[in-house]
Each structure stands twice: as C-alpha cells, then as structure tokens.
Nanobody
Framework: QVEVVESGGGLVQPGGSLRLSCIAS????????MGWYRRAPGKQRELVAI???????TYADSVKGRFTVSRDNAKNTVYLQMNSLKPEDTAVYYC?????WGQGTQVTVSS
C-alpha cells in the first residue's frame, strides 16, 4: 500500500505563487508515475501535470508556462510550483502516486 500525503496549499492573491509537495511511501518511488490533479467547485477532477519516472512531463493547457512539476527521488517527493496564479486555479489539488491518491490540499486564489 502506497501512502500519499500532499501539503502546501493555502490562500494566495491573484498573481501569487505556491509550491505544493507530495510525499509518497514505498521503496520504488523512483519508478512511480507522479501526477497532480485538481477538482474545482462544481467540476470534475482534471489533470494538472504528470511526471514520468524518466522525468518527462505533461501539462494541462490551462497551466502551461505557469506551473512546473518536479521530483526528488531521494526524498520520495514530487512538487508542483505554481506561479501567476489565477482565481480559476482555485481547487482541491490531489497527488497521484502510482495510481494511489492523497487526501488533497486546498488552493484558493482570491483577493
């Protein structure tokens, strides 16, 4: 069983930045595909970014150029750096580690 824990959410003004972190248990973390997803109020969960075990990345069009996913295999951690945040980025952000989900962390972008 892989345990996944997100952190780093909070309230930020439009144009601001946040960095989310996700720690996943397991000795084979370096082989995990790691993904960030989000669910905005009244909407379905959607993909934000994915990073493969080889380091290749895929981003949703809505976040390209603003969000960056990275991983530190020594720390079993994946990050999501979010810059130039917009109100429409408000959502609960979830981490997926090798098909296991975390509990989510709330990001609210508001003035």
């Amino acid at each position: 069983q892989v345990e996944v824990v997100e952190s780093g959410g909070g309230l930020v003004q439009p144009g601001g930045s946040l960095r989310l972190s996700c720690i996943a248990s397991g000795s084979t973390f370096s082989g995990y595909v790691m993904g960030w997803y989000r669910r905005a109020p009244g909407k379905q969960r959607e993909l934000v970014a994915i990073m493969s075990s080889f380091g290749s990345t895929t981003y949703a069009d809505s976040v390209k150029g603003r969000f960056t996913v990275s991983r530190d295999n020594a720390k079993n951690t994946v990050y999501l750096q979010m810059n130039s945040l917009k109100p429409e980025d408000t959502a609960v952000y979830y981490c997926n580690a090798d098909m296991h989900w975390g509990q989510g962390t709330q990001v609210t972008v508001s003035s």
